[in-house]
């Protein structure tokens, strides 16, 4: 991508905001204080939604994940809608009570599958669970899109009544949650531009999409339950300290004064990490001279001499201390600059034996350089000596079991623990001993049973 289609990206965005703000202001001549919103989409690559955020008095969004889509991704999603208006409580704007209507083939909802999803938006910051669409058209190409009234037009059917139940467990308990805030430790960059730059490179792979490199670093801290924030690259630095852990996937793209932020962020006692791909590019697209991972280069204790590609299918070796694991799209080949050597990469490349990841001590914090897109079991065990040594809340749960904690006024916690799999689940939580279980009005007492896609919203002071 030349800079010249990097602006492009930019006018593109800049330019649909504008059509956005003008029909706000619009309405705003008529009606001063009813909350104006647009449904945003997740990540949705050609609008910075950062940007967007700023001129919205609330943050809504659809979400339409598909059939093999992580609930981890999802609740990615969900962190980035909030996120991006500033950890306030969001909207969700749209989802299907049913089937959706535009993949090759579309499954219907399971049993407990919508309300689960509907529980989870809550869980991670929404307000609102909202629906598209109420009535089923009869033509037009969402014709087969689900509705609470489907085509049938009986109240008689399973969707109809799944829903009215989820809107009456809403209307029971919702308002007291409403509100109520997401605390976190544990920040993630989540950077447009290097959403557009990454994915506009020739070379030196075609293989990068850029949520799943962010997806990669989120989903091991969901499957401990950690909290995460979603930010903008471009967060100052009084906010960023807030953070002990801050993480920047594939930041390809490097804003005037990010680096400098994140050097004082280390330098305070910080934790940050990033790795391959990371600051080769300015503002402008354009490479920075003098050595991958350029204007990052002291702050990570690293020189990129080269990045191999790896063919679709093909993986890479890295073992050291905790990891032993497989790396997959690209392998930066690291010298150390004062950095320490954690992992190295194994095969029979010619750079077998060398570093894949490193530490560097950098003032009072660290920070640490991920050489290659590790598989999920080699992120889980690179991130658990970190998540130990910050001390970061992070609580085991069954597979496919998570766990997330809004916080109201008064001291009181609302902890959402969802079943996300069709499989009957049993756990103890000692944490949770002593909560009462909203719906229900059961006392934790060590035991707890989710049936498929259950969901127990439990109270703790």
Known sequence: ????????????????????????????????????????????????????????D?????????????????????????????NKPFMLMEQTPNQQNWFPFCKVKQPGEVRKLSWQAVAHGADTVRFFQMKQSLGGCERFHGAVIAHDGTEESRVFKETAALGEELDRIGRR??????????????????????????????????????????????????????????????????????????????????????EAYVADGGTFITGYMAGIHDEHDLVVPGGYPGKLRRLMGVWVEEIDALAPGETIEVHGGTVDAKGEIVASIIHREGAERLATYGGDEFYAGHSALTVNAYG??????????????????????????????????????????????????????????????????????????????????????????????????
């Open 1 to 56: 991508m030349s800079g010249l289609q990097m602006d492009y990206r930019r006018f593109q965005s800049q330019a649909q905001l504008a059509c956005y703000t003008n029909e706000r202001d619009a309405i705003r001549e008529y009606d001063a204080t009813t909350p104006i919103t647009t449904n945003l989409m997740g990540t949705f690559k050609d609008l910075d939604y950062f940007e967007w955020a700023k001129e919205m």
């Open 58 to 86: 609330v943050v809504s969004w659809d979400n339409y994940p598909g059939m093999d889509t992580p609930p981890s991704f999802t609740a990615m999603c969900r962190d980035l809608m909030r996120g991006i208006g500033g």
């Open 177 to 262: 949650i409403m509100g109520s805030r997401i605390e976190s430790r544990v920040a993630i960059m989540f950077d447009w531009q290097s959403y557009w730059s990454l994915e506009g490179c020739v070379g030196p792979t075609t293989g990068f999409n850029y949520p799943n490199e962010v997806h990669r670093f989120y989903r091991a801290l969901w499957r401990r339950n950690v909290p995460v924030d979603m930010i903008a690259s471009t967060t100052p630095l009084a906010r960023l300290s807030q953070y002990d852990l801050a993480i920047a996937p594939a930041l390809i793209t490097v804003l005037p004064g990010v680096a400098e932020t994140l």
């Open 364 to 461: 009072k914090g660290k920070a640490y350089f991920v050489g290659t897109p590790l598989d999920e079991t080699g992120m889980s065990a690179f991130m658990a000596p970190i998540i130990k040594e910050l001390d970061l809340k992070s609580l085991d749960t069954p597979e496919d079991v998570s766990l997330s904690v809004r916080y109201g006024d008064g001291g009181t916690r609302y902890a959402f623990l969802i079943n996300n799999s069709a499989a009957d689940k049993r756990l103890c939580l000692s944490e949770l001993n002593g909560g009462t279980e909203l719906l229900t009005g059961t006392v934790i007492n060590d035991l707890i049973e989710l049936k498929p896609y259950g969901v127990d919203v439990i109270a703790l002071r």
